[in-house]
């Protein structure tokens, strides 16, 4: 299977502590894009990348929360000092750059904070 | 911004029933997606609309785009345990926008 792998699928940890996800996209997927989902909510965008650069961040990425795609495959997710907002589930979702390409998600890694 | 509604809320349908769905905006989309996502997993596309007016079909799932472009409908016929699940729909926030914004869900529940 050559889906949208995430890694963890799950993590625990203490509030104030950092934590950073990765996401695989398909592979020739020139797009990448990053998604929150809580409890009972669709999911909310938080930033893409097209290629390594990244081009839209949503106001809910606070500065406690950074990007990247070094070389344009795969990304990582860090948050630093996490708080208890934010557990949520983190979704990963890539697309090629063509139009009408739609997202294909990962299966995300969903963070709790104790 | 931009939000989309779905309705109902949720659904409790017996196994082999017809099952329709909605999803409304207050402004134009010029693509419409619709999700499943079950438990533990990423949201999984169903069916893509890329018209005004369009019907598209997989399988026993069909979604239509709305002539107005502010609504889209999703049908399952015949519905199967396996349709159990939260059913999103999707469209990029602004034309040629790559952010999708995403309704609330319509979570389904079959009883066998």
């Known amino acids: 299977d050559t889906g949208v792998s995430q890694n963890p699928r799950h993590k625990i940890t203490k509030r104030g502590q950092n934590v950073t996800f990765r996401c695989d996209p398909i592979s020739e997927h020139n797009r990448l894009y990053w998604y929150r989902q809580t409890l009972g909510q669709g999911p909310e965008f938080l930033t893409y990348?097209?290629?390594?650069?990244?081009?839209?961040k949503s106001r809910l990425l606070s500065d406690r929360f950074s990007a990247e795609r070094p070389k344009g495959s795969f990304s990582t997710l860090e948050i630093q000092r996490t708080e208890q907002g934010d557990s949520a589930m983190y979704l990963c979702?890539?697309?090629?750059?063509?139009?009408?390409?739609?997202?294909?998600f990962g299966d995300g890694t969903r963070l709790s904070i104790l | 911004g931009q939000q989309l509604n779905q309705s109902p809320q949720s659904m409790f349908i017996q196994e082999g029933e017809d099952v329709s769905m909605n999803c409304t905006s207050s402004s134009i989309f010029n693509t419409w997606l619709w999700y499943k996502q079950e438990p533990g997993e990423g949201p999984v596309l169903l069916i893509a609309?890329?018209?005004?007016?369009e019907l598209t079909s997989n399988g026993r799932l069909t979604a239509q785009f709305g002539i107005t472009r502010k609504d889209s409908f999703l049908n399952i016929s015949a519905s199967i345990p396996s349709d159990v699940g939260i059913y999103f729909c999707a469209g990029p926030f602004l034309q040629g926008a790559q952010k999708l914004v995403f309704g609330q869900g319509t979570r389904l529940t079959i009883n066998p």
């Open positions: 979702a890539s697309s090629l750059g063509d139009r009408h390409q739609p997202q294909h």
């Open positions: 990348f097209q290629n390594e650069a990244q081009l839209e």
């Open positions: 609309l890329y018209k005004a007016g």
